[in-house]
Nanobody, 118 residues
């Protein structure tokens, strides 16, 4: 059974940094893409950053230049380094992975809270 296990997050002051991690556990799969989404109270879930096979990345305009997504293929883990955090970055951050387990399937982590105080 494939699971996404997230870690990181927490409370930080504006201008600070946090690092999120997400590991895909299980066996018998290959990774098509991994990424991060976030959802603030009263708002829709939105893409933050994604990294696809081959290392190509895509970022939301609001985080470009501040956030960096990376992946450790050997560990099936994706990271999100968040620098220069702003109060508007406050949200629940969800790891997402598109994995090939025979067929292509979409997986979500349980979510981790990121709170940026002003």
């Amino acid at each position: 059974q494939v699971q996404l296990v997230e870690s990181g997050g927490g409370l930080v002051q504006a201008g600070g940094s946090l690092r999120l991690s997400c590991a895909a556990s299980g066996s018998g799969f290959s990774i098509s893409s991994m990424g991060w989404y976030r959802q603030a109270p009263g708002k829709q879930r939105e893409l933050v950053a994604v990294i696809i096979t081959g290392g190509r990345t895509n970022y939301a305009d609001s985080v470009k230049g501040r956030f960096t997504i990376s992946r450790d293929n050997a560990k099936n883990t994706v990271y999100l380094q968040m620098n220069s955090l702003k109060p508007e970055d406050t949200a629940v951050y969800y790891c997402n992975a598109i994995l090939v387990v025979g067929v292509q399937r979409n997986y979500w982590g349980q979510g981790t809270q990121v709170t940026v105080s002003s």
